[in-house]
C-alpha cells in the first residue's frame, strides 16, 4: 500500500537531504561507536515515523483499527526520538538545564499521548460528521 502513494519532489528532496546528512554524521563519528549507533537509530525511527505518518494520511476513515494501529506507532517513535535526543543533549548540558529539557520531554510524551492515543478516539465522530453535513450540502 506505502509503494502506491504518490511522493511529492519536496518530499523526495527531504528525504535525500536528511540520509545525506545522517551519511555524513555517521562518517564524522566513525571512532565513536555510540555516535554512530545515535546517528542509525535516529535516522531510523526518523524514516519510521515518516511512513507511519504517510501510512495513516491514505488510510480510510473507515478502518479504525488500523488507523488506532498507525497512531500508536507514531506515538511510540516520538517518543523514541524524544528520549534519544533528549538524553544526548542533556548529557552536554549542565544540571538545571537538565532538569528543563527532561521536563519537557516529559511534557512532549505526555501531550503526544493525549492528543494521539486518548483525545483521537474522538476523532472519527467527528470526521463522521463532517462527511455527513459534505453529504448534505452537495
Known amino acids: 500500500m506505502l509503494a502506491q502513494v504518490h511522493r511529492p519532489p519536496f518530499t523526495v528532496l527531504a528525504l535525500a537531504i536528511v540520509l545525506l ?9 566513525r571512532g565513536d ?3 554512530v549507533a545515535f ?12 511512513l507511519c505518518v504517510s501510512a495513516f494520511g491514505v488510510t480510510p476513515a473507515g478502518q479504525a ?7 500508536a506507532a ?3 517513535l516520538s517518543v523514541a526520538l524524544t528520549l534519544m535526543f ?25 501531550g503526544g499521548f ?3 492515543l486518548v483525545k483521537a478516539d474522538d476523532a472519527p465522530e467527528m470526521e463522521e460528521t463532517m462527511l ?7
Not at 546528512?21 to 563519528?29: L, P
Not at 455527513?132 to 452537495?138: C, G, L, N, P, S
Open 74 to 76: 507514531v506515538w511510540g
Open 65 to 71: 483499527d488500523r488507523r488506532r494501529r498507525l497512531r
Open 33 to 35: 561507536a555510540a555516535g
Open 132 to 138: 455527513v453535513k459534505e453529504a448534505t450540502e452537495a
Open 86 to 110: 533528549a538524553f544526548r543533549v542533556a548529557g552536554l548540558v549542565p544540571l538545571p538545564a537538565k532538569a528543563v529539557i527532561w521536563s519537557l520531554s516529559g511534557l512532549t510524551v505526555a
Open 114 to 116: 493525549y492528543c494521539l
Open 39 to 50: 546517528v542509525v537509530a535516529s535516522t531510523v525511527a526518523l524514516l519510521l515515523l515518516s
Open 21 to 29: 546528512n545522517s551519511g555524513v554524521a555517521a562518517y564524522r563519528s
